[in-house]
């Protein structure tokens, strides 16, 4: 691993592992019942996991409930179900344990990535003084996402020496859409916890995983594509170079 990795990773995961230390320091919670009930929906959600093609990575359903804390949990809330939710992720069907600088990583980021969403959505509810779940949730989600993918395409393209835009740019392709529904479903979660109750709004949260269900089909009949399209293009160059 080269130096700059080293520092890449050095730097994010004191930022991540500082602004979970924050969050436990300066706890709070309005209603700690519902919390606790959101992060185990959270935990759940990280073991859907999808492999990513083409990149070492996958993206599981717990960034549903981190748009969910954005927007009706405090910061505390927010970045500790983050956390939680990264340890599970990497600990989960994994062919080989993790090791626990990778670990820490992957905490860190999605610590950071969360914190980002929740400050730039309340930030800009706080500069327009208003209170639409719109302006917090678009924001966040497109800035979660952005942190999200920018900080693992970072890693993975320094770790494996690849181009940064590369690795993002496939990154990127291959999850944009999960997340796109994915903020939509959180938003209608939040409204229907505004308007029927937080309870209620739970009957909404099967949908994600329907959602993650085609997803992975999706990306699983691409793949398989994309590896036959890969042996009948390598066949071909066999033949033409045999005559």
Not at 43 to 50: D, E, G, I, Q, R
Not at 223 to 235: G, I, K, N, S
């Amino acid at each position: 691993m080269s130096t700059l990795a080293k520092a890449y990773i050095a730097c994010v995961t004191t930022l991540g592992l500082g602004l979970l230390l924050a969050g436990l320091i300066f706890w709070s919670s309005a209603d700690p019942a519902r919390f606790v009930i959101y992060l185990v929906l959270g935990l759940v959600a990280s073991t859907w996991k999808v492999k990513l093609p083409g990149i070492t990575g996958s993206i599981s359903g717990s960034f549903l409930f981190i748009l969910i804390g954005i927007s009706a949990f405090s910061f505390s809330e927010t970045v500790v179900l983050a956390s939680a939710a990264a340890v599970v992720q990497s600990f989960w069907r994994v062919k080989k344990n993790p090791l626990p600088v990778q670990v820490a990583f992957n905490v860190a980021a999605l610590s950071a990535s969360a914190s980002a969403g929740w400050f730039g959505g309340h930030g800009l509810l706080r500069a327009f003084g208003s209170n639409s779940l719109i302006l917090l949730l678009v924001p966040a989600a497109c800035i979660f996402f952005v942190a999200d993918t920018g900080l693992v395409s970072g890693v993975i393209a320094l770790v494996e020496r690849k181009s940064f835009l590369t690795v993002w740019r496939e990154c990127n392709g291959w999850s944009f859409p999960y997340y796109l529904l994915g903020a939509v479903l959180a938003g209608l979660i939040a409204v229907s916890s505004r308007t029927t109750g937080w309870v209620a709004s739970l009957f909404l949260v099967p949908a994600m995983y329907l959602v993650y269900g085609y997803y992975r089909f999706f990306v699983e009949k691409a793949t398989q594509e994309r590896v036959a399209v890969t042996v009948d293009d390598h066949e071909h160059e066999m033949v033409v170079s045999t005559r």
